[in-house]
């Protein structure tokens, strides 16, 4: 039984560290968008 707890808390624990890199992937990925955005309009000007 307690082996079978830490298998569960490591994969929790798992989970949630891949939660954050996608949060984090995400928040770069939006970074990279707004400035894809910026430059096509300074280009349209």
């Known amino acids: ?13 798992l989970i949630k560290k891949n939660k954050e890199e996608i949060l984090k992937n995400k928040e770069e990925l939006e970074k990279i968008e707004k400035r894809l955005d910026e430059k096509y309009l300074a280009s349209l000007k």
Request: hydrophobic fraction near 30%.
């Open 1 to 13: 039984m307690l082996k079978r707890k830490i298998e569960t808390s490591s994969f929790d624990e």
